[in-house]
């Protein structure tokens, strides 16, 4: 998906990797551009801010500007990450049969707002990661590690796909950023007073650190919890969980409610 162009990389997003319908998944884009960065958001978190949607299937310049990197159109800056130095909190583990278990409740089920993301639409299996994150029962909530009085926790199975490895066999970063991502939206769901807001958030920021490797076909946990709400600001933190409990990944993203 990137190539070089002299003293110039250059990023092309396939349609695959889609978020809102025409843009790029807003998780796999800030992972991309994690990787390109030294020490590729594994030795410390990367910040990745989204200020204006990423178009498919374009050829869109990536500019290393000190210790960042810039993925801009024309005169636009579309993504900016930079390494940061602080320790992100993910929240609880929950086991992988209760996480499967939850999916049963995913509001995307009955109305998807953009059914085609590539993390959690409506995709064909094997096309796109069919992450559902629903919430997570309340004796099961009540069992796990640090509970957060009033946070809405939520949580999705996540079976990988054999097909989304790289040309070496490996699971690439961008996909776990993908899988960290939309699920901090969904935990913000039951917030509203009629479970749907008026128009779907937009990521408008994803900080995020991969400590482990993920394998197709494994299972593994991906949950996420809603952290509060500062007018049109929503903000939550996600991670993806191994069968036993170790920590693969963990992010904490902050979405924008369009003006309404």
């Not at 320790?87 to 009955?110: C, I, M, Q």
């Not at 903000?235 to 904490?252: H, P, R």
Request: net charge negative.
């Amino acid at each position: 998906m990137t190539a070089a162009a002299g003293l110039q990389t250059v990023l092309t997003v396939p349609k695959r990797f889609r978020g809102p319908e025409g843009t790029a998944n807003g998780g796999w884009i800030a992972g991309t551009l994690a990787g390109t960065l030294t020490g590729g958001g594994h030795d410390s978190p990367v910040e990745v801010t989204l200020r204006r949607p990423v178009p498919l299937e374009s050829e869109l310049p990536v500019e290393h500007v000190g210790n960042a990197v810039v993925l801009s159109q024309g005169d636009d800056h579309l993504v900016e990450a930079i390494p940061v130095a602080e320790t992100l909190t993910p929240p609880p583990f929950v086991r992988f049969t209760d996480a499967a278990r939850a999916e049963a409740g995913f509001p995307g089920r009955h109305g998807h707002a953009i059914a085609g993301c590539f993390a959690c639409g409506l995709r064909e299996p094997g096309d796109g990661l069919r992450i559902f994150p629903g919430p997570v029962d309340n004796t099961v909530a009540n069992t796990v590690d640090n509970p957060v009085d009033g946070a809405e926790l939520v949580a999705a199975g996540w079976r990988v796909p054999f097909n989304v490895t790289d040309e070496h066999g490996v699971v690439p970063d961008s996909i776990i950023w993908a899988a960290l991502d939309c699920a901090t939206g969904w935990a913000h769901y039951r917030s509203f007073p009629d479970r749907r807001p008026i128009q779907p958030p937009l990521l408008g920021r994803l900080t995020g650190q991969v400590f482990r490797r993920v394998y197709p076909m494994g299972r593994y946990s991906v949950v996420a919890r809603a952290e509060g709400r500062d007018g049109r600001k929503l903000f939550g933190t996600s991670a993806v969980y191994e069968v036993d409990g170790a920590l693969v990944a963990a992010a904490k993203a902050t979405w924008i409610l369009p003006r309404g």
